[in-house]
């Protein structure tokens, strides 16, 4: 039997945050979209991502109309901890760059937005399968899929976002021939914890020690989010919740200055491997790629999320000019635009992490403690760590 064909202006593959953000922004300017999904709706709402957001990010949802709950349920915060054994610096991104984050998983903004899409009325299509991107090159591609249901379709279209992360078919529906991979793995990991206990801190603490970083993260007043560097061959069955809480004690500073951590249940823990993984060009006649199925980067600068809405905003604006307003420069322009943020991030990402993580031998150490003394005494230096981790312009 022949596929059920439909078509729509753009076909959105992935509806993690970037792909629900996209489709909510084209919506907003009159162009529709259908949002295809290999993982059920709860699947996505139950993952645990990113948490911090930049200026820029939640400027973006506040213009979108889905940033009212950011603002009453986030936490707003002016800058965070440097620290190393026997000190802690905080630097405040607002008076170096007058500039905020917040802290809001990215769990609240993918439900913000699904919440955003069922409201519109667009057709999205969960727990797809056999996702095929055809005709790319042509002025009409097609998307075919087998939905829910088990039937065959077909959507026609005149664009297609490759929102679907690393691990979708999208990107590797562009030739080799005209693509380029560039990879660098980090001989480290990080256990990540989820723990039911009031944050021990206001703001994050990044911390470097001989043991290996630390972090003390959050997700809410009541529920805090830690990480420890560890190998990226460790098994997570060596690590009960009593030997993360000590390292966590120890590489943290318990004690250090009156400062103390506080231990609590662990609601979940697992290892994750860090890379960086940058995807050129990120448009191939009609598809355009954007968050993780086009980069990756490591956590330590909290841009993944960041770079995703940054991509999407871009592409939100080329696709409006294009499909609606006949305009095609700034589609023309995306894969370069959106590239010199990326490189930028993917740089600040790489830089965060070779600061904070332990490797080599003591020469090593040396210069790691030396750097963060720098960004710490430093106006200079901390202004720039505050400007790219606070967030660039959407348009850098």
């Given at each position: 039997?022949?596929?059920?064909?439909?078509?729509t202006?753009?076909v959105?593959?992935?509806?993690?945050?970037?792909g629900?953000?996209?489709?909510h922004?084209?919506?907003?300017?009159?162009?529709?979209?259908v949002?295809?999904?290999?993982?059920?709706a709860?699947?996505?709402?139950?993952?645990?991502r990113?948490?911090?957001?930049?200026?820029?990010?939640?400027?973006?949802?506040?213009?979108?109309?889905?940033?009212d709950?950011?603002?009453?349920?986030?936490m707003?915060h002016?800058?965070?901890?440097?620290?190393?054994?026997?000190?802690r610096h905080?630097?405040?991104?607002?008076?170096?760059?007058?500039?905020?984050v917040?802290?809001?998983?990215?769990?609240?903004?993918t439900k913000?937005l699904?919440?955003?899409?069922?409201?519109?009325?667009?057709?999205?299509?969960?727990?797809?399968?056999?996702?095929s991107?055809?005709?790319?090159?042509?002025?009409?591609p097609?998307?075919?899929?087998?939905?829910?249901?088990?039937?065959?379709?077909?959507?026609?279209?005149?664009?297609?976002?490759?929102?679907?992360?690393?691990?979708?078919?999208?990107?590797?529906?562009?030739?080799?021939?005209?693509?380029?991979i560039w990879?660098?793995?980090?001989?480290?990991?990080?256990?990540g914890v989820?723990a039911?206990?009031?944050?021990?801190?206001?703001?994050?603490?990044y911390?470097w020690?001989?043991?290996?970083?630390?972090?003390h993260s959050?997700?809410?007043?009541?529920?805090?989010?830690?990480?420890?560097q560890?190998?990226p061959?460790?098994?997570?069955a060596?690590?009960?919740?009593?030997?993360?809480?000590?390292?966590?004690?120890?590489?943290?500073?318990?004690?250090?200055n009156?400062?103390?951590?506080?231990?609590?249940?662990?609601?979940?823990?697992?290892?994750?491997?860090m890379?960086?993984?940058?995807?050129?060009?990120?448009r191939h006649?009609?598809?355009?790629?954007?968050?993780?199925?086009?980069?990756?980067?490591p956590?330590?600068?909290?841009?993944?999320?960041?770079?995703a809405a940054a991509?999407?905003?871009l592409?939100a604006?080329?696709?409006?000019?294009?499909?609606r307003?006949?305009?095609?420069?700034l589609?023309?322009?995306?894969?370069?635009?959106?590239l010199?943020?990326?490189?930028?991030?993917t740089?600040?990402?790489w830089?965060m992490?070779?600061?904070?993580?332990?490797?080599?031998?003591?020469?090593?150490?040396?210069?790691q403690?030396?750097?963060?003394?720098?960004?710490?005494?430093s106006?200079a230096?901390?202004a720039?760590?505050?400007?790219n981790?606070?967030?660039?312009?959407?348009?850098?």
């Amino acid at each position: 039997m022949a596929a059920l064909s439909e078509s729509t202006p753009v076909v959105v593959v992935g509806a993690g945050p970037a792909g629900l953000l996209l489709a909510h922004l084209l919506d907003l300017e009159g162009v529709d979209s259908v949002l295809l999904e290999a993982r059920s709706a709860d699947y996505v709402l139950s993952r645990i991502r990113a948490g911090v957001l930049e200026s820029s990010t939640v400027e973006l949802l506040d213009a979108a109309g889905v940033g009212d709950r950011l603002r009453r349920e986030g936490m707003e915060h002016r800058g965070i901890y440097l620290q190393w054994p026997e000190e802690r610096h905080h630097l405040d991104f607002v008076g170096l760059v007058g500039r905020s984050v917040w802290i809001y998983g990215q769990t609240e903004v993918t439900k913000d937005l699904m919440q955003a899409r069922q409201a519109a009325g667009q057709a999205s299509y969960y727990e797809v399968s056999d996702v095929s991107l055809h005709g790319l090159e042509s002025d009409r591609p097609t998307v075919r899929f087998v939905d829910f249901d088990g039937v065959g379709r077909e959507i026609a279209a005149r664009a297609v976002a490759g929102c679907d992360g690393f691990h979708g078919p999208s990107r590797p529906s562009i030739p080799d021939r005209v693509q380029q991979i560039w990879e660098h793995g980090y001989p480290y990991a990080w256990l990540g914890v989820l723990a039911d206990v009031a944050p021990s801190t206001d703001e994050l603490i990044y911390a470097w020690h001989p043991d290996g970083f630390a972090l003390h993260s959050m997700r809410s007043e009541t529920v805090s989010r830690l990480y420890l560097q560890v190998t990226p061959d460790d098994d997570i069955a060596n690590w009960s919740d009593d030997r993360i809480w000590e390292a966590l004690a120890a590489r943290l500073g318990d004690g250090q200055n009156g400062w103390h951590l506080t231990a609590g249940p662990v609601l979940e823990k697992g290892i994750l491997p860090m890379r960086s993984f940058v995807a050129t060009p990120m448009r191939h006649g009609r598809l355009f790629l954007a968050g993780d199925a086009a980069h990756i980067v490591p956590p330590a600068g909290a841009k993944g999320l960041n770079l995703a809405a940054a991509d999407v905003a871009l592409l939100a604006r080329a696709l409006v000019a294009w499909l609606r307003d006949g305009r095609t420069e700034l589609a023309d322009a995306y894969s370069d635009t959106a590239l010199r943020r990326v490189w930028r991030c993917t740089h600040f990402s790489w830089w965060m992490t070779n600061m904070l993580h332990r490797y080599g031998g003591d020469f090593d150490a040396q210069l790691q403690l030396a750097q963060l003394r720098w960004v710490a005494r430093s106006d200079a230096a901390a202004a720039a760590l505050a400007e790219n981790y606070a967030g660039l312009p959407i348009g850098y």
